[in-house]
């Protein structure tokens, strides 16, 4: 399986922006889906966004669409979201996902980054 290394977390106001990153081990990198899913103390793990395997194709969930961005750079095997006009519901541990096929629950996922803490502050 792919190893993941996700980064880039921290505190921010609202209304600001960060950007995650998410590294992945294997030359196989290609044959990914990616995504980025997040859990808020309490909360269930919820989907963010997902993109193909060659960026062509991306999905958002609603409650970020028109703030986030996920892209990639296949020569560097890295995964990105970024993230602006913050708010604090924002606030969550960030997790960077891979799957074999497009996926927007967190039963699909073949591998995990150990997540980032997102903190968004009003």
């Known amino acids: 399986q792919v190893q993941l290394v996700d980064s880039g977390g921290g505190l921010v106001q609202a209304g600001g922006s960060l950007r995650l990153s998410c590294a992945a081990s294997?030359?196989?990198?290609?044959?990914?889906?990616m995504g980025w899913f997040r859990q808020a103390p309490g909360k269930e793990r919820e989907f963010v966004a997902t993109?193909?395997?060659?960026?062509?194709?991306?999905y958002y969930a609603d409650s970020v669409k028109g703030r986030f961005t996920i892209s990639r750079d296949n020569a560097k095997n890295t995964v990105y979201l970024q993230m602006n006009s913050l708010k604090p519901e924002d606030t969550a541990v960030y997790y960077c996902?891979?799957?074999?096929?497009?996926?927007?629950?967190?039963?699909?996922?073949?591998?995990w980054g150990r997540g980032t803490q997102v903190t968004v502050s009003s």
């Open positions: 294997r030359r196989t990198f290609t044959s990914y889906f």
């Open positions: 993109i193909s395997r060659n960026g062509g194709t991306t």
């Open positions: 996902a891979a799957a074999s096929v497009l996926v927007t629950t967190p039963g699909g996922i073949a591998s």
